[in-house]
């Protein structure tokens, strides 16, 4: 067994934090061979992504991590050699008191939000000074070089392209959702916030001339969603007909599952910062519901991702797939931007392979986490 490490994560709220901190754990423990413990203080929402996991219990031990809750009143435990603190989550007084008073210090990092601001790899390795000897760093994952990088799996793409090669296997998918897939509809995922651009967009998909089918894992939007309808509410499993589209409400899926999701769609909705990288490694066009800043700070975030990811497409594909997410974000009508990302689907569709296959030469995250644990030991020697 290789070094040990400790990663924090206090959940903010939603699933982001501990979505990104279980899926970076299992990577550490899987392919690097470290004894990884998460702990995290809000148990309920890893549940939610590790249905496997058994509700009532305080620590589980899965895929090859020691996940625990993280209660308030922390009992000290020894601490490990890398500790990462997610999110500028703050770590547990007594934890860092004994990491102090380790003969030999633990690298210390915070684990940062994923932007693509010009700003990031200017700060991604920076130290934060610490007292009592302790060495912290700012760690930034990011799209371009002098960033930290994206999580991602050693062996993703590859079981990605097996599986969107695979019509069976894909079927096979969808009859587990118990979804029939229409011949020649286009297939949607819709993972979002509280959305007023749903209603616009719903209503051009209902009156295209073409099928559409809406697959929701349970979240958020499903107050919307019973609004467009006319319902009061929608029961798990079941599906709505408005002219040409099809609505179906899924149960929320495992981790895992989600990733199937994605693949088996043409074109995914996605929020946050997990779901928001998984779908780009899905090499499929996307649709980001960027999570709201104060002062409309998330602006300029999704501004910078747009600039990044737009940089080599078509003028006309860029400034269709540019009005169609702030339609989504809130500037813009979606129904009229919609009918201008449809006018570009093959060039995006396109660049959505392109820019997984760009993004995946670059070393991922945890890769990059392990290699700067390394140099900082060498600098240290
Ligand atoms: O849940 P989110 O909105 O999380 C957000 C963001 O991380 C945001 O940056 C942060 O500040 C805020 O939380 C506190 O979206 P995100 O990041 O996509 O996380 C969702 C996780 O849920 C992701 O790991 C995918 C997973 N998921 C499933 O496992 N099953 C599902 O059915 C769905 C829809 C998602």
Same mark, same amino acid.
């Given at each position: 067994?290789?070094?040990?490490?400790?990663?924090?994560?206090?959940?903010?709220?939603?699933?982001?934090?501990?979505?990104?901190?279980?899926?970076?754990?299992?990577?550490?423990?899987?392919?690097?061979?470290?004894?990884?413990?998460?702990?995290?203080?809000?148990?309920?929402?890893?549940?939610?992504?590790?249905?496997?996991?058994?509700?009532?219990?305080?620590?589980?031990?899965?895929?090859?991590?020691?996940?625990?809750?993280?209660?308030?009143?922390?009992?000290?435990?020894?601490?490990?050699?890398?500790?990462?603190?997610?999110?500028?989550?703050?770590?547990?007084?007594?934890?860092?008191?004994?990491?102090?008073?380790?003969?030999?210090?633990?690298?210390?990092?915070?684990?940062?939000?994923?932007?693509?601001?010009?700003?990031?790899?200017?700060?991604?390795?920076?130290?934060?000074?610490?007292?009592?000897?302790?060495?912290?760093?700012?760690?930034?994952?990011?799209?371009?070089?002098?960033?930290?990088?994206?999580?991602?799996?050693?062996?993703?793409?590859?079981?990605?392209?097996?599986?969107?090669?695979?019509?069976?296997?894909?079927?096979?998918?969808?009859?587990?959702?118990?979804?029939?897939?229409?011949?020649? #509809?286009? %297939?949607?995922?819709?993972?979002?916030?509280?959305?007023?651009?749903? +209603?616009?967009? =719903?209503? /051009? !998909?209902?009156? $295209?001339?073409?099928?559409?089918?809406?697959?929701?894992?349970?979240?958020?939007?499903?107050?919307?969603?019973?609004?467009?309808?006319?319902?009061?509410?929608?029961?798990?499993?079941?599906?709505?007909?408005?002219?040409?589209?099809?609505?179906?409400?899924?149960?929320?899926?495992?981790?895992?599952?989600?990733?199937?999701?994605?693949?088996?769609?043409?074109?995914?909705?996605?929020?946050?910062?997990?779901?928001?990288?998984?779908?780009?490694?899905?090499?499929?066009?996307?649709?980001?519901?960027?999570?709201?800043?104060?002062?409309?700070?998330?602006?300029?975030?999704?501004? #910078?991702? %747009?600039?990044?990811?737009?940089?080599?497409?078509?003028?006309?594909? +860029?400034?269709? =797939?540019? /009005? !169609?997410?702030? $339609?989504?974000?809130?500037?813009?009508?979606?129904?009229?931007?919609?009918?201008?990302?449809?006018?570009?689907?093959?060039?995006?569709?396109?660049?959505?392979?392109?820019?997984?296959?760009?993004?995946?030469?670059?070393?991922?995250?945890?890769?990059?986490?392990?290699?700067?644990?390394?140099?900082?030991?060498?600098?240290?020697?």
């Amino acid at each position: 067994m290789g070094a040990r490490w400790d990663i924090f994560c206090s959940v903010v709220d939603n699933y982001g934090d501990i979505g990104v901190t279980w899926r970076l754990a299992r990577q550490l423990a899987a392919e690097h061979g470290l004894a990884v413990r998460l702990w995290v203080d809000e148990p309920a929402a890893f549940l939610r992504l590790c249905p496997q996991a058994a509700a009532g219990q305080e620590s589980w031990l899965l895929a090859g991590v020691e996940v625990h809750h993280w209660p308030k009143d922390f009992l000290a435990v020894e601490p490990a050699d890398v500790v990462i603190e997610a999110f500028a989550c703050t770590l547990p007084e007594n934890y860092v008191a004994a990491m102090a008073a380790r003969a030999s210090k633990p690298l210390w990092l915070n684990l940062e939000y994923l932007s693509a601001e010009d700003w990031v790899a200017g700060c991604h390795g920076l130290p934060s000074p610490q007292p009592g000897g302790l060495q912290k760093f700012f760690f930034f994952p990011g799209f371009t070089e002098g960033t930290g990088g994206l999580l991602r799996e050693a062996d993703l793409l590859p079981r990605r392209r097996a599986f969107q090669a695979d019509g069976a296997a894909r079927q096979a998918f969808l009859d587990s959702l118990g979804i029939q897939p229409l011949a020649g #509809a286009r %297939l949607i995922s819709l993972f979002a916030y509280e959305n007023a651009g749903l +209603a616009p967009w =719903l209503d /051009a !998909l209902a009156g $295209a001339g073409e099928a559409t089918q809406l697959l929701v894992p349970r979240g958020r939007i499903e107050a919307d969603l019973c609004r467009w309808l006319g319902v009061d509410s929608l029961e798990e499993g079941g599906s709505w007909r408005r002219g040409n589209l099809q609505l179906h409400l899924l149960p929320f899926l495992s981790q895992p599952d989600y990733d199937l999701l994605l693949w088996s769609c043409d074109f995914n909705a996605i929020r946050g910062e997990d779901s928001f990288v998984r779908a780009q490694w899905a090499g499929r066009p996307l649709l980001w519901h960027i999570y709201q800043q104060e002062e409309g700070a998330h602006w300029d975030k999704l501004d #910078a991702f %747009l600039d990044c990811y737009c940089g080599s497409l078509s003028p006309p594909a +860029a400034a269709a =797939l540019k /009005a !169609l997410w702030h $339609a989504w974000n809130g500037q813009g009508d979606m129904g009229a931007a919609w009918a201008g990302f449809l006018a570009q689907e093959n060039r995006l569709t396109e660049h959505a392979e392109a820019w997984c296959v760009a993004q995946a030469t670059r070393p991922d995250l945890a890769a990059a986490l392990v290699q700067f644990h390394r140099n900082w030991l060498s600098c240290a020697a």
